[in-house]
C-alpha cells in the first residue's frame, strides 16, 4: 500500500515538474491579477471580460498563473466554456482567447 | 443494512488509481498534451455553544482538500481526476474520460461529479464565501444529520457516481442552454439512503437497474461593460431504485435562480426528494404512507468590498416529512431545521483566505443553538 502511495506521489511530482523550469510551476501560487498598464489598447480592453469569466467557478489566480502555451489555452477553454452556467458566448471566448494568448507570448510560452 | 461486496479495498484501489492518473499526467505531459494541477486546503474550527450539541455533529477541526489533475490529450479527448480528502478520508470526487466532439454533444464516461443544482458548479471551498454547504446539499458538516435524524441532505454535494453522461450547449443570442442527462449506478441504502455506502463501498450498482437525471441551466452571458451580470436560471432531476432488490424508489428534483447586480451576487434553490421506506422494516407501529419527503431551500447574498474582504449571508431551511425510521428517538414526522448564516471572508494574501461565520440554528425536534466556524484555507 506504501509502495503505491509512493509511486503517486513521485509520478504527481514528476508531473508538477515537467514544465522545465521551476519558476514556472504553477503551484507557485503567484498573484491574481495582471498588470495591464503596459500592454495595447485592443488588449487592455479584453482584460476585464477576461476578469469577469474567468472568476466566475474558481479563483482568477488559476489561470494568471498557468503556464500554458496558445494552443495549449485553447484546448483548455474548450472544456471550460462548455461547463454549466459558465456563460461564455463564442465571441467571448474568441475575445478571451486572444488576451491569454497575448499573455503567453509576454510570458515567453 | 446493506452488505459490502468483497472486491477488495476501496482504500487500496483509490489509491492505485490516484497512482496510475498521476503517471498519465506525467506521461501526457512529456508527450506534449496539456495538463493542469489544480486545488485547494482549507481547516475549519466548528466552535458550537451547546455540549450536547456538539455530540450531535462534527464539531472542532475539519479539513477539506482536493488535488485535481487534468490532462487534454488532444483537441477533443480529456482525463481528469479530482481527490479529496474531509470527514470521509480520501475518495475520489471524480475521475473521468470526456470526449468533446461538438458543442451540442459531448461525452463524459467514469467516476463523475453530477450536476444537481446550482451550488455543483462551486463546491470547493475556495468557491463558495460561506464555510458550509446549504442544508438541502450538505454532505456531513451538519448538526442532527445522523441517519436516524435528517440524514444529511436533499442531494449531498458532491453527488459522485458512477456512470455516463450526455451533455452540451446552445447560444439563442447570449443566453446558454446548457443540458445534460446522465445514468448512473445510484443512490444505495435499505431503509433510506445510506449516504456512507455511497462513498466507502465498491463503486458498482447494488442493483439491476441505473439511475437517470439530468439538468437544464439557462445564462444570460453578460458583457463587463452591463450592471447586470451573469443571470442563470436551472432546473435538475434525478430518480431511481436505491435497495439491492431495486424495489424502494427515490426521486428528486431541484430549481435554481442566480443573479449578479452591481456587486451583489444572489442566489437560491430549491430541491425536493421523495424516497420509499422499506415495509418491511420493524416499526413500531404500522406504516399508512410507505415514504417520505424531504426538501429546502436556501437563499444568499454576498458582496465584495474592495480585493480582501467580501460578506455573505444566508437564510436556509430544511424540513422532512414522513415517518422517522425505526430506532428514531426524537425525530418526529414533521421536522424543520432553519439556519441563518452570515459571514466574513478576508483574503490577505492573493490564494489565502480567511472564513469568519456566525450561525443561528433552529430546529422544530432538537435543540437550538448558536455556533461559530473560523477557517483558514488557500487554492491554486
Known amino acids: ?63 494568471v498563473n498557468s503556464r500554458f502555451t496558445a494552443a495549449e489555452w485553447k484546448r483548455y477553454m474548450k472544456r471550460m466554456v462548455r461547463r454549466p452556467n459558465a456563460g461564455v458566448t463564442d465571441e467571448q471566448a474568441g475575445e478571451i482567447f486572444e488576451f491569454l494568448k497575448f499573455y503567453s507570448s509576454k510570458l515567453g510560452l | 443494512m446493506m452488505v459490502a461486496q468483497d472486491h477488495g479495498s476501496p482504500r487500496i484501489r483509490l489509491r492505485a488509481g490516484l497512482a496510475l492518473l498521476s503517471l498519465l499526467a506525467a506521461g501526457a ?18 466552535w458550537i455553544q451547546k455540549r450536547e450539541v456538539q455530540q450531535r455533529a462534527p464539531s472542532s477541526v475539519t479539513i477539506d482538500a482536493a488535488v485535481k489533475v487534468g490532462v487534454d490529450v488532444s483537441d477533443d479527448v480529456a482525463f481528469s481526476t479530482k481527490a479529496c480528502m474531509s470527514c470521509h478520508g480520501i475518495e475520489l470526487e471524480h475521475i473521468q474520460m470526456e470526449y468533446m466532439p461538438k458543442t451540442w454533444f459531448n461525452v463524459a464516461a467514469g467516476r463523475l461529479a453530477l450536476p444537481f443544482g446550482e451550488y455543483s458548479n462551486r463546491i470547493d471551498p475556495s468557491s463558495h464565501k460561506t464555510v458550509s454547504a446549504p442544508l438541502v446539499y450538505d454532505m456531513g458538516r451538519m448538526a442532527y444529520g445522523e441517519k436516524t435524524a435528517f440524514n444529511l441532505g436533499v442531494v449531498p454535494l458532491p453527488y459522485t457516481d458512477t456512470g455516463v453522461m450526455v451533455y452540451g450547449q446552445r447560444f439563442l443570442g447570449k443566453v446558454q442552454a446548457w443540458y445534460g ?78 443573479v449578479r447586480i452591481e456587486k451583489f451576487t444572489f442566489r437560491g434553490e430549491y430541491a425536493f426528494r421523495r424516497t420509499d421506506l422499506s415495509p418491511s422494516a420493524s416499526y413500531p407501529y404500522e406504516l399508512v404512507d410507505t415514504w417520505f419527503r424531504k426538501d429546502g431551500w436556501y437563499a444568499e447574498v454576498e458582496r465584495p468590498f474592495g480585493s480582501y474582504l467580501a460578506l455573505v449571508y444566508r437564510w436556509d431551511t ?34 489565502v483566505f480567511v472564513k469568519l461565520s456566525w450561525e443561528q440554528w433552529r430546529a422544530s425536534d432538537f435543540a437550538d443553538f448558536q455556533s461559530i466556524h473560523f477557517g483558514i484555507g488557500g487554492a491554486f
Open chain 2, 181 to 258: 442527462v446522465y445514468g448512473v449506478g445510484g443512490f444505495r441504502g435499505s431503509n433510506d439512503v445510506d449516504w456512507t455506502a455511497m462513498r466507502s463501498l465498491y463503486y458498482t450498482d447494488t442493483n439491476r437497474l441505473p439511475s437517470v437525471g439530468g439538468r437544464l441551466a439557462l445564462t444570460l452571458a453578460a458583457e463587463p461593460t452591463w450592471w447586470l451580470g451573469d443571470v442563470s436560471v436551472g432546473a435538475s432531476g434525478v430518480t431511481g431504485r436505491y435497495d439491492r432488490d431495486a424495489t424502494l424508489r427515490y426521486e428528486a428534483w431541484g430549481a435554481d435562480a442566480s
Open chain 1, 1 to 63: 500500500m506504501i509502495t503505491v502511495f509512493q509511486v503517486a506521489a513521485l509520478s504527481l511530482q514528476l508531473t508538477l515538474s515537467t514544465g522545465d523550469d521551476p519558476g514556472k510551476d504553477a503551484r507557485d501560487g503567484g498573484p491574481d491579477s495582471i498588470d495591464v498598464s503596459g500592454y495595447p489598447a485592443d488588449q487592455k480592453a479584453r482584460y476585464p471580460l477576461y476578469q469577469q469569466k474567468c472568476s466566475k467557478c474558481h479563483p482568477l489566480a488559476r489561470s
Open chain 2, 29 to 46: 505531459a512529456r508527450a506534449g498534451s496539456s495538463t493542469t494541477v489544480s486545488g485547494s486546503v482549507y481547516a475549519d474550527y466548528w
Open chain 2, 318 to 351: 430544511l424540513h422532512r416529512q414522513g415517518a422517522p425510521l425505526a430506532g428514531a428517538t426524537e425525530l418526529t414526522p414533521d421536522s424543520t431545521i432553519t439556519r441563518q448564516t452570515a459571514g466574513i471572508v478576508v483574503t490577505p494574501a492573493s490564494n
